[in-house]
């Protein structure tokens, strides 16, 4: 009797799989979203979206033009940050950057290199247009590294001792080429995984509301959990292919290194594309409207994911307000697993205890989704 009941809920299970699975295959756009967007999205950031600063367009005012001077400002031309443009006074400069044909100006008074050899102090002055102020700080701090490395080399061949209380020995782990496509390409990943599980999900049951056919599905053995089984796991495995298309584009074309556990980078995959299409099967339950469903999921899982897990802003940059609000996001934990085990390898303190995080989630909207989900038209 146990073998025949065994048997028929996995009849029945079967059988609702196969429904979702046509269901999807005459639905273009959930074939859209799942391996077309993200190849889209990849392309989009790995080439669209950069934060690295290159070809600064920057003003070079020098007053009184002589060897030393003229040393200087090639160091700016050499350097890959920096387009320079160069001018006989500071006036000029300062018109150029009004109109916002630069972005900052370095100044070389008349007595420049007169001071220096003289072994005096001489200032250089840096002005910046501060209206974007992140671009302004990189611009500052490329600025004063090329003065730096002149300095030294100026030194150097006069065989004078610069006299620095500190000298600054520079090591960038992990990401030594400084390269920001290394740095978005892992977090794009999430961002493609939170749409597809929260997005398509969240007009599941939804769609059955709205066409009439949940009736349908009522009246039919099936119970709740083999229900909302059947329509699952079709998703998990278009997010989990989605997945695999996205690691691929990014460890062979982007040339990302995949420097942790590939079957690690695949358990947590997995578990935050269980929590996301949780996420979604919620927000269907309660909305039983497409549309509502639709933009619902965009407002809490994709902004949210898109803005605050980490994925474009540092989140210790944000208010205190905010940054305790992304605690309750789960693309953060993910996020962090990603960009973990990419660049930095298999460290297992972040792994594990963002691992924990998402499966609290993970059980937390299991139960709201198993109380939620009743057999009943109300």
Not at 13 to 27: N, P
Not at 264 to 285: D, E, P, R, T, Y
């Amino acid at each position: 009797m146990a073998v025949n009941k065994t048997s028929a809920r996995n009849m029945r299970l079967m059988g609702m799989l196969r429904k979702e699975m046509w269901q999807i295959i005459r639905d273009p756009s959930s074939i859209a979203i799942a391996f077309v967007m993200p190849v889209v999205l990849l392309f989009m950031f790995g080439y669209g979206v950069s934060l690295d600063a290159k070809n600064i367009p920057v003003g070079i005012a020098v007053e009184k033009a002589d060897m030393m001077t003229q040393s200087l400002s090639d160091s700016f031309q050499q350097s890959e940050f920096f387009k320079p443009s160069y001018y006989h006074s500071i006036q000029e400069a300062q018109q150029a950057l009004e109109e916002r044909k630069i972005d900052g100006i370095v100044w070389l008074r008349s007595n420049f290199s007169e001071n220096l050899q003289a072994g005096k102090q001489a200032p250089i002055e840096i002005i910046i247009n501060g209206v974007d102020s992140n671009q302004a700080n990189i611009t500052m701090g490329y600025i004063q590294g090329v003065w730096q490395s002149w300095l030294t080399l100026f030194s150097n061949a006069r065989g004078i001792q610069l006299s620095l209380p500190v000298v600054l020995e520079q090591r960038v782990w992990f990401n030594s080429a400084l390269n920001s496509r290394l740095f978005l390409v892992p977090g794009v990943i999430a961002v493609i995984m939170t749409m597809i599980g929260s997005l398509l999900t969240a007009m599941v049951v939804a769609r059955e509301w709205e066409r009439g056919t949940m009736e349908a599905l009522m009246v039919t053995p099936l119970s709740m959990k083999e229900m909302l089984a059947g329509k699952l796991i079709p998703y998990f495995i278009l997010g989990m292919g989605s997945m695999f298309i996205s690691v691929a584009l990014a460890v062979w074309w982007f040339g990302v290194p995949l420097r942790g556990s590939f079957w690690v980078m695949v358990l947590v995959s997995a578990l935050f594309m269980m929590v996301s299409l949780l996420i979604g099967l919620l927000i269907s339950i309660v909305s039983k409207n497409q549309f509502v469903a639709g933009q619902t999921a965009i407002a809490a899982s994709f902004l949210p994911a898109f803005l605050l897990s980490g994925f474009l802003f540092d989140i210790n940059s944000m208010p205190t307000f905010i940054q305790g609000i992304t605690y309750l996001i789960p693309a953060r934990y993910f996020v962090a697993q990603l960009q973990t085990l990419f660049l930095a390898g298999n460290v297992w303190p972040v792994i594990l205890s963002n691992a924990f995080a998402l499966l609290v989630m993970l059980i937390v909207l299991a139960f709201l989704v198993s109380s939620k989900s009743r057999k009943t038209l109300e």
